[in-house]
Each structure stands twice: as C-alpha cells, then as structure tokens.
C-alpha cells in the first residue's frame, strides 16, 4: 500500500515568516495529493489540493508542489499568521476516500 | 446541513466490551470512511464505503467491523475492545471526485475512545 512520510514533525516560524511542509510517497500510481489543517481539539479541514497533471497550485497565501518523478510534495505558506497555527497533514491516494495520511507537522506560529 | 454527524463523542470502555460508532451524513455523498488518529501517526484508514452494501478494508481493519445500509449511514463496531483500541475516531464522508468536484473529505466532530 500507499506509504507517506512527512517532514518536520514540528516547526516554528516567526509571524510573517514563511512555512514549509514536505512529504514524500511510495505508490506512483497515486494522483491525488491534499493537505489538511487541523486546529486542537478539532476536525480536519482540507485546504488544498492537487491532482498528478498539475505541478502547483496556489491559494492565496498557500501554495502546493509536486514533483512526480521524485515522488514528493510540499506545502508552502507564505506570511505566516497566529491562525495558521495548528498540526497539517498531507495525503496520498488514488482516490479521495482511500488516502494514506503522513504522521503530521505541528506548526507554531510566534507572534 | 448538519454534515457529518458522530456519536458519542467520548466512551470509556473496559477490555473485552463491544460497542458501536454511529456516523451520519446528509449530504449525500457516495463514499463514506473511518480514521483512527493516535499521536506521532496521523491518520490511518480502518474501512471505507463507496456506496450502500459495497464495503471494503483500509488500513488498520483488524477488530473493527462496518455495515452500509443505506447511503447516509456508516456505523463502526468494535467487537472485543482491546487498549490498544484507545484513539480518536473520525469519520468522514466524500462525493464523486473528478467531474463533479475536488474530492474534499468532510470529517465529522471525532469521537474519543479510551479502553481500560
């Protein structure tokens, strides 16, 4: 099966500054890739995603890469804000409703 | 719309006990599934549904059993609670990806389960 790991597992950046989440997939047959934001205690909410014939794709101050032949993807966000402040997961699969999550990336943003 | 609907919230359960999540959604999505999050491991699939009748196991499916009766409805059985049951279980719902939209899973609120 499908088998993501996402790097760091913890990070924190200055207001203002930017943050950088990768992860990185075993199965090349996978061509959906969504990130997740999740504030403590909680649900997970999507806020971006791409599909494999896309290289990047932009959000406002969020913004996401993938590299296939390399088998990695990463989240970028530009002008940190305290809200941004929560764990985000990426995500791996052929389909939506069967994914493999990576462990998570706790982000703290300092004011 | 209320969503994703999840309950109970908490349930405190001893070894060997059996219960069962209930998860409903009225946004008529064709495809249901179950988490479990634990700490340092994200989340892991345990089953999912894309349709009524029509089941299949994810990741983790051992000690877990589903049923899709009808399309709003997906409850998750724990046969013989074991600790390492011990998790939050988040279920979530999605419609059709591709043509018809970007594939979103929609959580419910989680539910909190500690087996002693």
């Known amino acids: 099966g499908e088998n993501v790991e996402q790097h760091p597992s913890t990070l924190s950046v200055q207001e203002g500054d930017s943050a950088v989440i990768k992860c990185t997939y075993s199965d090349s047959a996978s061509n959906y890739f969504p990130w997740y934001k999740q504030e403590l205690g909680k649900r997970p909410q999507l806020i971006i995603d791409i599909r494999s014939n896309v290289g990047e794709k932009k959000d406002q101050r969020i913004a996401v890469t993938l590299n296939k032949t390399a088998k990695h993807f990463s989240l970028h966000i530009t002008e940190t804000q305290p809200e941004d402040s929560a764990v985000y997961f990426c995500a791996a699969g052929l389909r939506d409703y069967k994914l493999s999550f990576g462990a998570g990336t706790t982000v703290t943003v300092r004011a | 719309n209320a969503g994703v609907t999840q309950t109970p919230k908490f349930q405190v359960l001893k070894t060997g006990q059996s219960m069962t999540l209930q998860c409903a959604q009225d946004m008529n999505h064709e495809y249901m599934s179950w988490y479990r999050q634990d700490p340092g491991m994200g989340l892991r699939l345990i089953h999912y549904?894309?349709?009524?009748?029509?089941?299949d196991q994810g990741e983790v499916p051992n000690g877990y059993n589903v049923s899709r009766s009808t399309t709003e409805d997906f409850p998750l059985r724990l046969l013989s609670a074991a600790p390492s049951q011990t998790s939050v279980y988040f279920c979530?719902?999605?419609?059709?990806?591709?043509?018809?939209?970007?594939?979103?899973?929609?959580f419910g609120e989680g539910s909190r389960l500690t087996v002693l």
């Open positions: 979530a719902s999605s419609y059709s990806s591709g043509a018809r939209g970007t594939g979103e899973l929609f």
């Open positions: 549904s894309v349709g009524a009748g029509i089941t």
